[in-house]
């Protein structure tokens, strides 16, 4: 008898795309050298537009998002993995057009998969998942490029500091002992900001008064960008000699205006930051990273829901309403 699971289910209707909890057969899902029982994912901005229906996301419906899972391996035709192993998906095209983690299995490629670090739980992987990937990644990125400098004594600067990759970065950046600045729109989360480790809390309005463009005063060594737009154009103006931006995200639009002051005058450097199609290896290495050195407390920061409590979570979400990660627990 085919095994049946539940999933939450995207279907395109005239009056937009509808959600629901359904019944789904493993029969059904992708061929794949993995079949996944997923035991933990996780929402992200990306998952909520898919569910949604947005254009450009995802191409065919009905579907079922989750970009992220964690969960152990039941069924394997790849030596490199065994039955039980604890493995973490991100990212490639799990949860866009391949069956996602919002879902109680999944089947994928092996290229896709890594065992679960030492250190790290199924539950502590998806409270960082792909926001936490990427804020690794943005991280790792500005250490790569001035490596001599490193990150103590430096001061920093983070937007989008209450969203998912935002407030990992805001974290992880003063645990390696940079004094962090946050850039938020909301100023009620100015206490849970404190809380991750920022020093100074300034609002979009108030980033606009200190930094100059084309080029102004010198602030900031490293910046964590998630918005792009003007907000990413005052970054660069603001940078000190040999500075850098990794920039990840697009929630201020698509462009931006700079001048070239910034980057012959004072050496600076817009760093891009891709968390899905990247290697396997420079997965693993950020993963491992958060298992040891740069292992975070999350739980001030992680909402755990159930699959049948996700669709509010993601209406909440596209809504710019979400504050940290939530996690979706499938057990």
């Not at 926001?131 to 004594?153: C, P, Q, V, W, Y």
């Not at 998912?164 to 004094?179: E, N, Q, R, Y």
């Amino acid at each position: 008898m085919t095994k049946k699971f539940k999933a939450l289910e995207s279907v395109k209707t005239d009056q937009g795309n509808q959600l629901s909890i359904i019944e789904r057969s493993i029969d059904d899902l992708p061929e794949g050298e993995l079949l996944i029982k997923v035991h933990y994912s996780s929402l992200n901005y990306k998952d909520a537009l898919s569910a949604s229906g947005a254009p450009g996301v995802t191409r065919n419906y009905p579907h079922t998002p989750g970009i992220d899972a964690a969960g152990t391996i039941e069924e394997s035709s790849n030596q490199n993995f065994k039955e039980g192993d604890s493995v973490i998906v991100t990212g490639y095209d799990l949860g866009m057009n391949t069956s996602g983690g919002f879902g109680e299995y999944i089947r994928v490629p092996s290229s896709w998969a890594v065992n679960l670090p030492s250190g790290l739980s199924e539950k502590d992987s998806m409270s960082l998942g792909t926001a936490g990937l990427t804020a690794g990644l943005s991280i790792k990125a500005l250490d790569d490029h001035n490596s001599m400098r490193g990150f103590e004594s430096s001061a920093s600067i983070v937007t989008g500091s209450t969203g998912g990759v935002g407030s990992i970065a805001v974290m992880l950046l003063s645990k390696l002992g940079s004094t962090v600045t946050a850039v938020t729109g909301k100023d009620s989360q100015n206490d849970l900001l404190k809380g991750l480790g920022a020093s100074e809390i300034i609002s979009r309005e108030q980033l606009s008064e200190v930094s100059r463009t084309p080029i102004g005063k010198t602030i900031w060594d490293f910046g964590v960008d998630v918005v792009s737009g003007n907000i990413l154009t005052l970054l660069l103006a603001s940078l000190k000699p040999g500075g850098a931006v990794a920039c990840s995200g697009l929630v201020g639009g698509p462009s931006f205006e700079s001048s070239i002051f910034p980057f012959i005058l004072r050496g600076n450097a817009l760093l891009g930051v891709d968390s899905v199609e990247i290697s396997i290896e420079k997965k693993l290495e950020v993963w491992e990273n958060f298992a040891t050195d740069w292992k975070l407390d999350l739980s001030s920061l992680v909402k755990e829901v159930k699959l049948e409590e996700l669709e509010d979570e993601i209406s909440t979400i596209l809504a710019g309403g979400q504050i940290g990660r939530v996690v979706v627990n499938l057990n």
